[in-house]
């Protein structure tokens, strides 16, 4: 049984430009969220998809998007990069379109995005 | 806004004694309270969870309690195993929206 697989595991970008990280989730899973997680700090919710739309948002700037795709994959794209965007990026999947506190929710290893 | 924290950043406990994890928050609207735990190299993995009408949850070797008056809460491992080393994360959140993590707690049991 796969469970959450994320790509790259690291990517090095200098500011300004733009990024794209690959999630796909769980067997079964349809509900995919994204995490920012900074050194140090604990994750912090950057948005949730479900059938393919948006459905839950943190307090995370427009330069922050995703995607979802039939099979239930998804992107997180980061555009005009900044210095602080440097952090492991965490995906997790869900049943169900549930909300995102769920003890069901499982996490994938996480990209490691540095920013120069 | 750091509406979850965890006050310790570490935390060493011999092997066969208990560990007790702490969590503090400020938003009194919190329901759902989960802790998770985080090897190196690897995603989070949920623990355990306890709702707000509840004060304690018991898992095996785990148990959460929660204080809703002091905000507080924490996670007890007993007795605590060298696997158990690791990083721990409190998370909370309201109506199952927006979940607020705190910064962790690396726990190591030694042998």
């Known amino acids: 049984d796969a469970g959450v697989t994320q790509s790259p595991t690291h990517l090095i970008k200098t500011r300004g430009q733009q990024v794209t990280l690959r999630c796909s989730p769980k067997?079964?899973?349809?509900?995919v969220s994204w995490y920012q997680q900074a050194l140090g700090q604990g994750p912090q919710f950057i948005f949730q998809?479900?059938?393919?739309?948006?459905?839950q948002r943190g307090n995370f700037p427009d330069r922050f998007s995703g995607h979802q795709f039939p099979n239930y994959s998804s992107e997180l794209n980061v555009n005009a990069l900044l210095l602080g965007d440097s952090a492991l990026y965490l995906c997790?999947?869900?049943?169900?379109?549930?909300?995102?506190?769920?003890?069901?929710?499982?996490f994938g290893p996480g990209t490691r995005l540095t920013v120069l | 806004d750091q509406q979850v924290k965890q006050n310790s950043p570490s935390l060493s406990v011999q092997e066969g004694r208990i560990s007790i994890l702490n969590c503090d928050y400020t938003?009194?609207?919190?329901?759902?309270f989960l802790w998770y735990k985080k090897y190196p190299a690897e995603g989070p993995t949920f623990l355990i969870s306890?709702?707000?009408?509840?004060d304690k949850n018991e898992d095996g070797r785990f148990t959460v309690f929660l204080n809703k008056s002091a905000k507080h809460l924490s996670l007890h491992i007993v007795p605590s195993q060298p696997g158990d080393s690791a990083v721990y994360f409190c998370?909370?959140?309201?109506?199952?929206?927006?979940?607020?993590f705190g910064a962790g707690t690396r726990l190591t049991v030694k042998p």
């Open positions: 938003n009194s609207m919190f329901d759902y």
């Open positions: 067997s079964g899973h349809d509900t």
């Open positions: 306890i709702s707000s009408i509840k």
């Open positions: 998809y479900y059938e393919e739309e948006e459905r």
């Open positions: 998370a909370a959140s309201v109506n199952n929206n927006d979940m607020r």
């Open positions: 997790a999947s869900s049943l169900g379109g549930t909300g995102i506190s769920t003890d069901t929710q499982y």
